[in-house]
C-alpha cells in the first residue's frame, strides 16, 4: 500500500485516507492523494510495465489500492496514440492526437470513474449522487448500471441531447437545476450532507484515475509538450502528477510542458496565470459552445494553475470559433471527430502556433467524442 493519506493543496495538513473526504477541513482547498514513492523507486522498470496489459491499471503502483470485488471496469484506459496525418506537417511539429474520445463512454471521464466508483463502494456507497455537465455524468451512470448502484445526477438547465439520453438510459435519475454547474454541484453535495448519498465528482481519487493518461503518453514518447482542455481542471492536474511520479521513481529523466486550453467565456484559469494569481478567477456566467469544460469556479483550479506553472507550461483561451474549426479540421483533415470541448485543445496548438517550435513532439488530447453532441 503506497497511499500515505489525502494532502491539502493549501495548507499542506494530510489526512487519513481511511475516510471519506472531498475537501480540507481547516481551509475548503482540494486534496491529492499522497503516495510513499520511495517505496516504489527501483522495483518498477518499463519492462516490468511492458508485462502488463496496456490499461489504466498497468501503473497500479500509483492508484490507491482498490479491493478487487469492488473494482468496476469495461475497456477504460490505453487509449491510442495517433500520429497527425496532416495538421502536423502543416504546423512543423511531430504532432500526436490522445483519443481519449474512445474510452467507453467516449470521454477521458471513464478512467476517472473506474478508480472513484471503486473507492466509493470500498467505503459501502449505495447511491451515488453527482453534478455534471454532460461527460461525468454518462460515465458515472454507465459504471453505476453495471456496479448495480442507484446514481442520481444534477445537471445544468442548458445540458440536452444525446448526453441526457446517454445517463437516463442507463437507469439514472437525471434532475434538471435551474443554473450552471455550480448550482448542479451544490444540489449534489445538499444531497451528499441531508441524504448521506456518496458524492462522485472532480475530488480526489478521480484525479488518481486521469493522471494515467500522462502515464500512458511517457510509455509511448518523450513529449515536449502536452495540450489539454480545461474545465475544473482535475484532469490536468492529474496529468501532470502522473508525469512528476513517473520522474520522482526513476522511470523517466524529464517531463513535458502542459499547455491548458480553456474557452474566452470561461476562462478562470488563463486570466488567474495572467494576473500571477494563485486562484482562478471566478467566472460569473460561463457561455461556450464547448459545454463540457463550461466551469467558471473550477473546482481544481489551483491545482490545475500549480501544474501550468511547475511544468513552466502556459494557458491560452480560445474564441467558440476558434473552437468550431478546430473541430472542422480534426474531422476533415485527419479523420477524428471530436465534441467541442475535444477539440478545445488542437484550437489552442492553433491559435499559439509561434509557441511550439520545430519538430517539438507536441501531445494534444481529443478528449471527448463527436457522437456525444
Ligand atoms: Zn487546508
Aim: glycine share 10%.
Amino acid at each position: 500500500m503506497h497511499v500515505k493519506g489525502l494532502k491539502c493543496v493549501d495548507c499542506g495538513e494530510v489526512y487519513s485516507a481511511k475516510e471519506v473526504r472531498y475537501f480540507c477541513d481547516s481551509c475548503s482547498s482540494s486534496l491529492d492523494v499522497l503516495y510513499d514513492y520511495d517505496e516504489i523507486r527501483g522495483k518498477l522498470s518499463w519492462d516490468i510495465l511492458d508485462g502488463r496489459v496496456f490499461s489504466h491499471m498497468r501503473y497500479k503502483e500509483f492508484l490507491p489500492l482498490i479491493d478487487p470485488e469492488f473494482v468496476v471496469r469495461m475497456g477504460e484506459g490505453g487509449t491510442p496514440l495517433l500520429e497527425s496525418t496532416v495538421l502536423g506537417e502543416k504546423l512543423g511539429i511531430d504532432l500526436y492526437f490522445k483519443m481519449e474520445s474512445l474510452n467507453p463512454t467516449g470521454s477521458f471521464k471513464d478512467r476517472g470513474t473506474s478508480v472513484e466508483l471503486g473507492k466509493a463502494l470500498e467505503h459501502g456507497a449505495e447511491e451515488i449522487v453527482t453534478a455534471t455537465t454532460g461527460n461525468m455524468g454518462t460515465s458515472i451512470a454507465a459504471y453505476c448500471a453495471r456496479a448495480g448502484v442507484k446514481a442520481r445526477i444534477y445537471v445544468p438547465e442548458d445540458v440536452g441531447g444525446p448526453k441526457l439520453k446517454h445517463m437516463r438510459e442507463h437507469g439514472a435519475e437525471v434532475v434538471k437545476v435551474d443554473g450552471d454547474y455550480n448550482d448542479a454541484e451544490e444540489r449534489a453535495w445538499e444531497d451528499k450532507e441531508e441524504n448521506e448519498m456518496y458524492l462522485m465528482g472532480d475530488y480526489p481519487y478521480r484525479g488518481e484515475g486521469e493522471k494515467t493518461v500522462g502515464h500512458e503518453i511517457a510509455d509511448h514518447l518523450d513529449a515536449d509538450k502536452v495540450v489539454m482542455p480545461v474545465g475544473n481542471g482535475t484532469l490536468l492536474h492529474g496529468v501532470w502528477k502522473g508525469f512528476k511520479e513517473l520522474k520522482k521513481t526513476g522511470l523517466t529523466e524529464k517531463s513535458p510542458q502542459m499547455v491548458g486550453v480553456q474557452a474566452e467565456g470561461c476562462d478562470s484559469v488563463v486570466k488567474a496565470l495572467k494576473k500571477n494569481q494563485k486562484k482562478p478567477e471566478l467566472v460569473e456566467d460561463p457561455d461556450t459552445v464547448a459545454d463540457a469544460i463550461s466551469c467558471g469556479d473550477p473546482l481544481d483550479g489551483d491545482q490545475a494553475i500549480t501544474a501550468l506553472k511547475e511544468s513552466e507550461g502556459s494557458g491560452v483561451a480560445v474564441s467558440d470559433e476558434d473552437i468550431l474549426e478546430a473541430k472542422k479540421m480534426l474531422a476533415e483533415e485527419e479523420g477524428i471527430y471530436a465534441e467541442e470541448a475535444g477539440a478545445t485543445a488542437l484550437a489552442g496548438i492553433l491559435k499559439n502556433r509561434e509557441k511550439f517550435k520545430q519538430g517539438e513532439k507536441v501531445v494534444c488530447l481529443v478528449t471527448g467524442h463527436g457522437l456525444k453532441t
